[in-house]
């Protein structure tokens, strides 16, 4: 399978708990982005990177949160001391850089976090 | 600041019949693409269609088509013979396209759409 992958697909917390989230973009793509979708609502951007570079944050993007793309691959997505209000679906896509021929951002299928 | 508007919470439509989803949209930027996914209840979101601003015709994916209209914001989907999997949210998206833009996706609230038997 050569699309977006995220794992795990769904996490049960704690209140105050770190929970750590991980995408793997398609191969070629070197944009990734990170959204969080709360029920009933299309998804919000959060942050995303071109490559290894985190180049925009979203004021949805807490200081409890913080994303990383070491070598421009895989991401991960940590929030740490988790609320219930965290609780939603976290969405990863890729795409090539704007301004190719391809615009499409292709998604993965999600994290469902639950906060208890 | 750009925004989309899906205004039909939800949409019921007989098997094997067309079904139009309405979209309208605002943004300053010339250039732009609108998008629509369908998000089934597994929650994984669905590539559909991409219209891009400067495109002259409208675009056609299968049985799905995006009915672009620019002077009036709109960008319609139209899904042609439905089926009983087309059941699912459907959600329209846009995005500034210049190269070095940050090119992120704005959602609509969605549309639910219910296919009957």
């Known amino acids: 399978d050569t699309g977006v992958s995220q794992d795990p697909r769904h996490k049960i917390t704690k209140r105050g708990q770190n929970v750590t989230f991980r995408c793997d973009p398609i191969s070629e793509h070197n944009r990734l982005y990170w959204y969080r979708q709360t029920l009933g609502q299309g998804p919000e951007f959060l942050t995303y990177?071109?490559?290894?570079?985190?180049?925009?944050k979203s004021r949805l993007l807490s200081d409890r949160f913080s994303a990383e793309r070491p070598k421009g691959s895989f991401s991960t997505l940590e929030i740490q001391r988790t609320e219930q209000g965290d609780s939603a679906m976290y969405l990863c896509?890729?795409?090539?850089?704007?301004?190719?021929?391809?615009?499409?951002?292709?998604f993965g299928p999600g994290t469902r976090l639950l906060v208890l | 600041a750009q925004k989309i508007t899906q205004t039909q919470p939800g949409m019921f439509v007989q098997e094997k019949e067309a079904v139009t989803l309405d979209c309208t949209y605002d943004t300053s930027d010339p250039s732009y693409g609108l998008f629509w996914y369908k998000q089934p209840s597994s929650g994984e979101m669905i590539f559909l269609i991409y219209q891009g601003s400067y495109d002259q015709q409208n675009a056609t994916e299968g049985r799905y088509s995006l009915n672009f209209q620019k002077a009036r914001k709109s960008a319609n989907l139209v899904i042609s013979a439905s089926q009983l999997g087309d059941s699912a949210m459907y959600f329209c998206?846009?995005?500034?396209?210049?190269?070095?833009?940050?090119?992120?996706?704005?959602f609509g609230k969605g549309t639910k759409l219910s296919v009957k038997p």
């Open positions: 990177f071109q490559n290894e570079a985190q180049l925009e």
């Open positions: 896509a890729s795409r090539l850089a704007p301004g190719t021929a391809q615009e499409t951002q292709y």
């Open positions: 998206a846009m995005s500034d396209l210049y190269g070095g833009s940050q090119g992120n996706l704005i």
